[in-house]
């Protein structure tokens, strides 16, 4: 995980680039939500536009379905091939509150401030 913009353990991130790396299934991982995984997330949430998107979230909550959708449209768009249904099986250190932090690093990469959830 990146921490909200420190430079992160495994350096390989570019935050400018939008993206952010974790350790998931044991590896390292880059996630990165481009356009095309954005355009994605819209279509899976139904929603007409990126401010759309980005309200959704900043609401505060989130489903396991919605922690899922991201953090495969992130590994996507970091060059994994990879679906929503391995994504849901794999491991994350720290549970769920390791993927929400995930999510919320990549949203906040991609939107700039986002508070996707009331992190702990």
């Known amino acids: 995980m990146t921490g909200r913009g420190e430079p ?6 570019n935050r400018r680039r939008g993206e952010v790396e974790a350790a ?5 991982r880059i996630l990165c939500l481009t356009l095309g995984a954005l355009a994605e997330l819209e ?13 959704r979230f900043s609401a505060g909550r989130v489903t396991a379905t919605d922690l ?3 953090m495969a449209a992130g590994l996507r768009g970091g060059g994994n ?6 994504v849901a099986a794999m491991h ?3 549970g769920v509150a390791a993927c929400v932090a995930i999510v919320g690093d990549l949203l906040e990469a991609a939107f700039g ?6 992190r702990p």
């Open 68 to 70: 899922t959708r991201v």
């Open 113 to 118: 401030t986002t508070d996707v959830s009331r």
């Open 8 to 13: 992160n353990e495994f350096g390989r991130a």
């Open 43 to 55: 279509t899976a949430f139904g929603v007409p536009d990126l401010s759309a998107l980005a309200a």
């Open 92 to 94: 994350v250190e720290g």
């Open 24 to 28: 998931i299934d044991g590896e390292r």
């Open 81 to 86: 091939r990879i679906s929503d249904d391995e």
